[in-house]
Structures are given as C-alpha cells and as structure tokens.
C-alpha cells in the first residue's frame, strides 16, 4: 500500500481493532489471546498495511475475538461504525470495505451457533441482517468488485438458508388472555399443562414478580 493511503488506513483500522477489543467478555487464556493479537494489530497496523500484510492478522483477530466471547450485535456495532468512516485515498477504503466484509463473516459464523426458541426469534434475526448484507452489496456493485459482490451474495443466501431451516422445526409464539393475574406456576400448567416451565413464561414476559403475571402475554405454541 502506498504512504498516503497506509497513513489514513492505519488510525482507521485502530479505531476498529480497539472497538474489536472491546467485544471480548471471557476471560482467561482465550480471552489473553484476543487481547494479545488485537494489540499487536494496533501496534503495527501501518508497517502491516505499508507492506499488504493485514489481511491475515485482522481475520485472526476477528475470530480469536469471537471465541473470546463476542456478540452478533457487538461485531454489528463495528459494522455500523466503519460503514460511517469516509476515507479518501483507495488504499484506507479497501482497508474498510475489508473490515467491514469481516464484520460480516463473523456475525454469519456467530448466527450458525446460536440457539432459538422461536420462529419469531429467527425472524428477528433475518430481518435484523437484511440491511448489513444490503449495504456491502451495494458498495461492492458500485466498486464494480464482481468477487466480493458474488462472494456477499452467496453469504447472504447462505445465512437466510440456515435460518430457514432452523425456523422450520421451532414454535410460534401465540398471545393469550386470562380474566385476571396469575402465577407464572399456574400459567404453565394452564397453557402447556407442565408447571416446570413457569420461569419460560417468565422469561418471554419479562414478569417482575412471579406471583403476580399480567392476565395477557406471550406463550410459545409447543
């Protein structure tokens, strides 16, 4: 990369490896590596990006990151900054649409793993991925990148596919109505014949006290 173009791409790139820091919640070795290879990726982000040698360092940080504990909607929230950053030179704008490409393999790895208890949950999700990809895949079709482009559409297609496939089995969540409040014991059993999941119902309403549940909320269907 040329000088002009590393001396913007690095301060960019540090502000998004220090955000990437910030994501990571567990602690102990897995945690000290994350922490280790985003440091070392700030310390030298412009001898790596005068020399084209980012690439690496920044998909290892991004999933050393992920197994260190970061969330689908914290990897988002770097997305969502970089997608602000407004670079000059082409070098710190490929540097970003590079981060921001990552952002994207992450949270798709991130969504492969998690667990659901409803088709609204999935729903949610997919409607929530909508503008990420959409956003990528414009800046790419503008930049006439025909690879990235067909590589984010066929990640795209990849995540609704799987979140298809994961709704199909799950329950729907029904509404439903009783004449005064309840206990979250006496809802279970009212509505699944089964008092063990009063904490669920608890859960899915966002009860403050057990004994005392609004007579209308929310109850999966199964």
């Known amino acids: 990369?040329?000088?002009?173009?590393?001396?913007?791409?690095?301060?960019?790139?540090?502000?998004?490896?220090?955000?990437?820091?910030?994501?990571?919640?567990?602690?102990?070795?897995?945690?000290?590596?994350?922490?280790?290879?985003?440091?070392?990726?700030?310390?030298?982000?412009?001898?790596?990006?005068?020399?084209?040698?980012?690439?690496?360092?920044?998909?290892?940080?991004?999933?050393?990151?992920?197994?260190?504990?970061?969330?689908?909607?914290?990897?988002?929230?770097?997305?969502?900054?970089?997608?602000?950053?407004?670079?000059?030179?082409?070098?710190?704008?490929?540097?970003?649409?590079s981060a921001i490409l990552m952002c994207l393999t992450t949270e798709s790895r991130l969504i492969g793993f998690m667990q659901f208890n409803s088709r609204q949950d999935v729903d949610y999700i997919k409607q929530q991925m909508i503008e990420p990809f959409g956003d990528a895949e414009e800046t790419a079709a503008d930049d006439m990148a025909q690879a990235v482009y067909q590589t984010l559409v066929n990640l795209h297609a990849s995540v609704t596919n799987h979140l298809v496939e994961t709704a199909r089995p799950l329950p729907r969540l029904l509404n439903y109505q009783f004449f005064e409040p309840l206990p979250t014991l006496v809802l279970a059993y009212k509505l699944y014949d089964d008092a063990s999941r009063a904490d669920e119902i608890r859960a899915e309403n966002k009860v403050v006290h057990p004994a005392f549940t609004p007579p209308y909320g929310q109850a999966l269907s199964a």
């Open 1 to 97: 990369m040329e000088k002009p173009d590393a001396l913007e791409a690095a301060p960019l790139m540090q502000r998004m490896f220090t955000m990437l820091a910030g994501t990571i919640s567990i602690k102990g070795e897995r945690g000290s590596q994350a922490r280790t290879a985003i440091g070392d990726a700030i310390a030298f982000a412009y001898p790596l990006l005068r020399d084209d040698k980012l690439g690496y360092p920044l998909q290892q940080c991004f999933e050393l990151a992920r197994a260190a504990g970061a969330t689908l909607f914290a990897i988002e929230g770097i997305r969502r900054a970089l997608s602000r950053e407004t670079p000059k030179t082409l070098g710190a704008t490929l540097a970003r649409d």
